[in-house]
């Protein structure tokens, strides 16, 4: 696992973060209907490696619960500008309390590294550890 410290944040800069992220352990992209529609590309983060500064108030929280389900993730948006910046879940599968850091928040990380760390997921039908047949939206 090779961490490195990366600094990141929302479009008009009320909320900013510093995160130790392994890129090499993976990034996901997930077409389940909330990631679909949001063109979600995030990168799972342990609580205690990402370091948050907002202003007071500015985050907002947006929770989708899918029918027949319980919540786990709370979405987290700067109120200001309206960028997602990270959902929030305490997962026992992904080590306990994390962030789930939407990868477009990042500000200096290599491109390159970037795009070969993506990981497809079926979040549509709940296949997780599955690529879905068409990734060409995600």
Same mark, same amino acid.
């Given at each position: 696992?090779?961490?490195?410290?990366?600094?990141?944040?929302?479009?008009?800069?009320a909320?900013?973060?510093?995160? +130790?992220?392994d890129?090499?352990a993976?990034?996901?992209?997930?077409n389940?209907s909330?990631?679909?529609?949001?063109r979600a590309? !995030? /990168? !799972? /983060?342990?609580?205690?490696?990402?370091?948050?500064?907002?202003k007071?108030g @500015?985050?907002?929280d *947006?929770?989708?619960?899918?029918?027949?389900?319980?919540?786990?993730l709370?979405y $987290? !948006?700067?109120?200001?500008c309206?960028v997602r910046?990270f959902? +929030?879940?305490?997962?026992p599968?992904l080590?306990?309390?994390?962030?789930? /850091?939407? /990868? @477009?928040t990042?500000e200096d990380a290599?491109?390159?590294?970037?795009?070969?760390?993506?990981r *497809?997921v079926?979040g @549509?039908h709940?296949?997780?550890d $599955?690529?879905?047949?068409?990734?060409?939206?995600?």
């Amino acid at each position: 696992m090779a961490t490195k410290t990366y600094k990141g944040g929302c479009h008009c800069g009320a909320v900013r973060y510093q995160a +130790e992220i392994d890129l090499g352990a993976g990034t996901t992209r997930c077409n389940c209907s909330i990631c679909s529609k949001a063109r979600a590309w !995030f /990168v !799972f /983060v342990p609580k205690s490696r990402l370091r948050l500064t907002a202003k007071p108030g @500015a985050l907002a929280d *947006y929770q989708w619960v899918p029918e027949g389900r319980d919540a786990h993730l709370h979405y $987290r !948006f700067c109120k200001t500008c309206g960028v997602r910046l990270f959902a +929030e879940g305490d997962h026992p599968t992904l080590g306990g309390p994390f962030y789930a /850091v939407a /990868v @477009a928040t990042i500000e200096d990380a290599d491109p390159d590294e970037l795009a070969r760390s993506i990981r *497809y997921v079926d979040g @549509a039908h709940d296949r997780y550890d $599955r690529t879905p047949q068409d990734t060409r939206l995600m």
